[in-house]
């Protein structure tokens, strides 16, 4: 892996790789956290601008660039960061290089466009909502982290939405997107030299530095919450604050989570849940890491009638796992299934630059997270850490409780 740095204060990470496809693109620390109260859904907003106008390009031209090649093009907001990025044949990657820099220096956000995309976003919205499945996420955060930004949902509300303007758009970029805040990644087969050449070639702009910081959010206050909602099925949320981005303990909960309620169908709460007792068709847990802090939520659909017994069984599995250590057996075979599991997502080259990205975009390294030192991280672990973790996030006292029915 080779890291270097522009004179503008813009960070490179380059990962080589054999492979016929180069991803590349940036990665900038801005996000729906970093939007006024009147600006929510900007972040996300500017990302859709991003493509409907440069100095140099109306919105074909920029559709077309890479597609006409064969290449792709992507961007999506989270609450932290913005990625906008691409996947080409090689022997296109400078082509990428310039368009990619085209968008995010050079984007004008005409104002009929502006009008257009407004009620595609809205639209996107509205989908939303009629899927309380995913929804319920975004409801569960906001009462995680509440009185915070990060607790906003990305797609924003309507009534900020409609008061954007070009001039808004272009201060939002101005004051989030610095340059000390932006990184340029790159994987595939492409000589170090080259990468930086192109990257001084076109990230030609002067150095800025981000003249605000971001808010902690407050403690969490455990709460359970019941909300009506017109659905056949009830959705149920449970959950509390968990570890941020490179916190020493993130491989262990990684771990644990995945022992509770990964992707596999022989996690705790699937087997307990559906396979043995048929009461649910989708159960799972899953981590949200931020760069100060993070969420662990278990999520679960099922009849009204069964929502009482699912949380009883999900309380027994959380109970289970802060109470009595795994045996030797147990840890073993969670060691070697996420071991699996690890050297399976490593091939997947767009996912893992983009991680590799995240991390350095906070925190100016790899963490064992995204490194193949992961493995070795997993087998150091105990039973007795793990059990350790579980009582102190798993505590039925200080869960966070939402539910559609």
Known sequence: MNIHTLNNGIRLVHLPDVSPVVYCGFAINAGTRDEYVHEHGMAHFVEHMLFKGTEK???????????????????YTTKEETFIYAGVPTSFTERAIELLSDLVFHSVFPAKELSCELEVV??????YKDAPSELIYDDYEDILFANSSVG?????QESCLRQFTPAMLSDFVRRCYTTDQILFFATGEIPETKLIRWAEKYFQCPATRRS??????PPVVPQIVLREKETFQTHCML?????????????????????????????????????????????DSSLSPYSDTGAWHIYFGCDNKNRRRCLELVHRELCQLAAHPLSERQLATAKRQFAGQFLIAAQNRENRILTVARSF??????????????????????AEELRQIAETIFRKEDLIQLTYH
């Not at 605000?212 to 959010?217: A, D, H, L, N, S």
């Not at 993130?250 to 995945?258: E, F, M, Q, S, V």
């Open 122 to 127: 809205l639209d996107e919205i509205q989908s």
């Open 239 to 283: 959950g509390n604050r968990a570890y941020p981005l490179g916190h020493e303990k993130r491989a262990a909960l990684i771990l644990l989570n995945n022992i509770l309620g990964g992707p596999c169908m022989g996690s705790r709460l699937n087997l307990s849940i559906r396979e043995k007792n048929g009461l649910a068709y989708t159960i």
């Open 57 to 75: 390009r109306k919105s074909r031209h920029i559709i077309n660039c890479l597609e006409s090649v064969g290449g792709e093009l992507d961007a």
């Open 212 to 217: 605000f910081t971001r808010e902690t959010p």
């Open 152 to 156: 906003r949902n990305i797609l924003g």
């Open 361 to 382: 975009l906070h925190l100016n390294r790899c963490t064992e997270m995204e490194t193949k030192m992961l493995p070795e991280r997993i087998a150091c672990i105990t």
